[in-house]
């Protein structure tokens, strides 16, 4: 019997063609465990009127261990007409499985490291004084607060009355006061404390744990006074169980910056939902771009990993397929770092690593080329051969 049991949910697009490819590495490298499939995505969506199925959230709860390829989102009316025509009318609203998990299972702690592999040629790289040119080494891990902010899902277009009043109480919603109820569209912020201090104490363990010098707290704190002050206390409250990290604090606007200018500087970060988002596709954009963004949905009993890319519907039906497998790879090796196999999860990045630095096998994405069919006549491997070279450093 297998030591692990993970739910393997390839979901839309081409989270079908690198998920497997994550699994044979994992395979590769020794990893124990059974790998049990889990429904979820568009289809189920149209189908069922469900894109994270019962029976799915049942298997989750069961093994406590997933990895998650992607999915397709849509915007309400849109989804809403695609639904089969029997489902229509009856209640169904579309919600993202991957936030529907969060939420259901309480993955609040999300954490997206994005480290530069030497050899990359979509690292960042930045001009000299002297005319020349230069490539810091980027090694920043971001830690998204996962279940609040704008993406807890309390939202109304039209609010209800009752709403209405209790936002009246606010001097600052004067000016909307007398706006048609089907002109408005709020979306709630909210943090609880609980939650920042759990985000933030992780933060700060993952920094001690692993060498890291300082922890960055990212938000907005004067102009969202409330809730990214409450982040910002609550941070200085952890900090004072970890003298020997920095505590920095920088406005997401002012970080959206200073990454693009000094991005070595900073290590950990942590931030609200939002921001958390943002500023992890921000920096991965400095280490090679979403085929090479991994992250882990981290829970008291569950944790899912996955890349951060989107379906890409527009690749998934390519023969060969061309997409570049490494964030779904790395996704793996968070994995296995979670269930106490580390030695595996290094064995795994530095095989990716040394694929990436020697440059013989890259994906159109790694040579600067535009997707399309075309890209294997142009030199550019394919998702297998790409996941084949790693699995030949790893035999």
Same mark, same amino acid.
Request: hydrophobic letters at 40%.
């Given at each position: *019997?297998?030591?692990?049991?993970?739910?393997?949910?390839?979901?839309? #697009?081409?989270?079908?063609?690198?998920?497997?490819?994550? /699994?044979r590495?994992?395979?590769?490298?020794?990893?124990?465990?059974e790998?049990?499939?889990?429904?979820?995505?568009?289809?189920?969506?149209?189908?069922?009127?469900?894109p994270?199925?019962?029976?799915?959230?049942?298997?989750?709860?069961?093994?406590?261990? #997933?990895l998650?390829g992607?999915?397709?989102s849509?915007?309400?009316?849109?989804?809403?007409?695609e639904?089969?025509?029997?489902?229509?009318?009856?209640g169904h609203?579309?919600?993202s499985?991957?936030?529907? *998990?969060?939420?259901?299972?309480?993955?609040? /702690?999300?954490?997206?490291?994005?480290?530069?592999?030497?050899?990359?040629?979509?690292?960042?790289?930045?001009q000299?004084p002297?005319?020349?040119?230069?490539?810091?080494?980027?090694d920043a891990?971001?830690?998204?607060?996962n279940?609040?902010?704008?993406?807890?899902?309390?939202?109304?277009?039209d609010?209800?009355? /009752?709403?209405?009043?209790?936002?009246?109480?606010?001097?600052?919603?004067?000016?909307?006061?007398?706006?048609?109820?089907?002109?408005v569209?709020?979306?709630?912020?909210?943090?609880?404390? %609980?939650?920042?201090?759990?985000?933030?104490?992780?933060?700060?363990?993952?920094?001690?744990?692993?060498?890291?010098?300082?922890?960055?707290?990212?938000?907005?704190?004067? /102009?969202?006074?409330?809730?990214?002050?409450?982040m910002e206390?609550?941070?200085?409250?952890?900090?004072? %169980?970890?003298?020997?990290?920095?505590?920095?604090?920088? %406005?997401?606007d002012?970080? *959206?910056?200073?990454?693009?200018?000094?991005?070595?500087?900073?290590?950990?970060?942590?931030?609200g %939902?939002?921001?958390?988002?943002?500023?992890?596709?921000?920096?991965?954009?400095?280490?090679?771009?979403?085929?090479?963004?991994?992250? #882990?949905?981290?829970?008291?009993?569950?944790?899912?990993?996955?890349?951060?890319? #989107?379906?890409?519907?527009?690749y998934?039906?390519?023969?060969?397929p061309?997409?570049?497998p490494?964030?779904?790879?790395?996704?793996?090796?968070?994995?296995?770092?979670?269930v106490?196999?580390?030695?595996?999860?290094?064995?795994v990045?530095?095989?990716?690593?040394r694929?990436?630095?020697?440059?013989?096998?890259?994906?159109?994405? *790694?040579?600067?080329l535009?997707?399309?069919?075309?890209?294997?006549?142009?030199g550019?491997?394919?998702?297998?051969?790409?996941?084949?070279?790693?699995?030949?450093?790893?035999?």
């Amino acid at each position: *019997m297998a030591k692990h049991t993970v739910v393997a949910m390839p979901g839309d #697009g081409i989270g079908q063609l690198v998920l497997p490819e994550a /699994v044979r590495v994992l395979c590769q490298v020794g990893f124990d465990a059974e790998y049990v499939h889990g429904d979820i995505g568009w289809e189920f969506w149209i189908t069922e009127g469900n894109p994270l199925p019962e029976r799915t959230v049942d298997l989750l709860r069961e093994h406590q261990l #997933g990895l998650f390829g992607a999915i397709t989102s849509k915007p309400k009316k849109e989804a809403a007409m695609e639904l089969r025509p029997e489902l229509r009318g009856k209640g169904h609203e579309y919600f993202s499985p991957i936030v529907g *998990m969060r939420q259901i299972f309480n993955l609040d /702690v999300c954490v997206r490291p994005c480290r530069s592999f030497p050899g990359n040629p979509l690292n960042f790289v930045r001009q000299t004084p002297d005319g020349g040119h230069e490539e810091p080494n980027v090694d920043a891990v971001i830690f998204r607060q996962n279940t609040e902010g704008l993406y807890c899902g309390i939202e109304w277009t039209d609010p209800p009355q /009752v709403v209405r009043n209790a936002l009246g109480m606010h001097p600052k919603y004067k000016p909307f006061a007398d706006v048609l109820g089907e002109d408005v569209a709020i979306s709630v912020r909210l943090f609880t404390r %609980n939650a920042c201090r759990r985000i933030v104490r992780a933060a700060f363990e993952y920094a001690k744990r692993h060498g890291y010098p300082s922890v960055t707290v990212c938000e907005k704190p004067n /102009v969202l006074r409330e809730t990214s002050g409450m982040m910002e206390d609550v941070a200085r409250d952890v900090h004072a %169980n970890f003298p020997d990290i920095k505590l920095w604090s920088t %406005n997401i606007d002012a970080q *959206m910056m200073w990454l693009t200018k000094n991005p070595e500087d900073y290590s950990v970060l942590v931030a609200g %939902n939002l921001f958390g988002d943002i500023i992890s596709d921000a920096f991965a954009g400095l280490v090679g771009g979403l085929g090479f963004a991994c992250s #882990g949905n981290i829970g008291d009993d569950v944790a899912v990993f996955e890349p951060t890319h #989107g379906s890409a519907p527009k690749y998934a039906e390519l023969d060969p397929p061309i997409v570049n497998p490494i964030a779904m790879i790395l996704s793996g090796a968070m994995l296995l770092e979670h269930v106490g196999e580390s030695e595996k999860a290094e064995r795994v990045r530095t095989a990716v690593a040394r694929v990436v630095r020697e440059g013989k096998v890259r994906t159109y994405d *790694m040579l600067r080329l535009p997707g399309g069919p075309d890209v294997t006549r142009r030199g550019a491997a394919t998702t297998t051969q790409l996941t084949d070279a790693i699995l030949g450093v790893l035999a």
